[in-house]
């Protein structure tokens, strides 16, 4: 525990030395205040240009399951950032055969800036939010999206070599999270062509509110985290 502790202080270390990244920490607290504030005003100036009753109100479900996934993706994006840092400088072949290990260099590097991500968002959705949530809900998104997010890190990691790399792939690997835009804008059970993301089923629960869809978005995202930690693990044996 001692040494996945230090690890990780190691990574915050690293952290404050790169200003993009310090940046990126600094994203979820922006965020969540222009979804807030600016989202709702927004909303008043075009139902006034526009003359209809609501035109962004019906997304503000969409806006909330996002910033679920803001946090946990901007932590995750550090990391795999780092990792590859680390990879470039072989420094994570020397970290795992010493007294951290493989799986304490997993868990400082992945587990705990996502378990982080999840304790902020869970924190700071209930001051951000749009809509009324309910406790299974305030629970649960975050949890879709932390796991959204180490899905993100682990493609960003496992199909990279290098920071610049890192960069083009995370472009690419967020196309796994527009799953959610899907039953919003695409009617009728061709919608379930995209079943297989995760993000899917959390925009599923958001669209219909129903909450009972966001297990399914859990389970499928473990099923997508079980072969890409498998093939990161053999990556820095």
Not at 144 to 159: K, M, N, R
Not at 165 to 190: D, H, N, R
Request: net charge positive; charged share 10%.
């Amino acid at each position: 525990m001692k040494a996945i502790r230090l690890s990780f202080i190691h990574m915050l270390l690293f952290v404050r030395r790169d200003m993009m990244l310090l940046a990126a920490c600094l994203t979820p607290f922006l965020a969540g205040i222009f979804f807030r504030f600016a989202v709702p005003f927004l909303e008043k100036i075009l139902i006034n240009w526009i003359g209809t009753r609501e035109v962004l109100a019906p997304y503000y479900g969409l806006i909330d399951l996002f910033y679920c996934v803001l946090t946990p993706v901007m932590f995750c994006f550090i990391a795999a950032m780092i990792i590859l840092e680390e990879h470039d400088d072989h420094i994570e072949s020397y970290l795992c055969i010493t007294t951290l290990g493989r799986n304490g260099y997993l868990i400082s590097r992945i587990v705990i800036p996502a378990a982080a991500a999840y304790i902020i968002t869970t924190i700071l959705l209930p001051v951000f939010s749009l809509t009324n949530l309910s406790i299974t809900e305030f629970i649960l998104l975050p949890a879709t999206g932390t796991l959204q997010a180490i899905i993100t890190a682990l493609l960003i990691v496992t199909l990279s070599t290098n920071k610049l790399e890192g960069m083009a792939v995370t472009k690419i690997s967020t196309i796994t999270i527009l799953g959610a835009l899907i039953p919003y804008f695409i009617p009728g059970k061709i919608q379930y062509a995209l079943s297989f993301l995760p993000s899917f089923w959390s925009g599923k629960a958001m669209q219909s509110q129903k909450p009972a869809y966001l297990p399914i978005s859990i389970l499928l995202a473990l099923i997508w985290i079980y072969p890409l930690l498998k093939k990161f693990s053999k990556k820095i044996s």
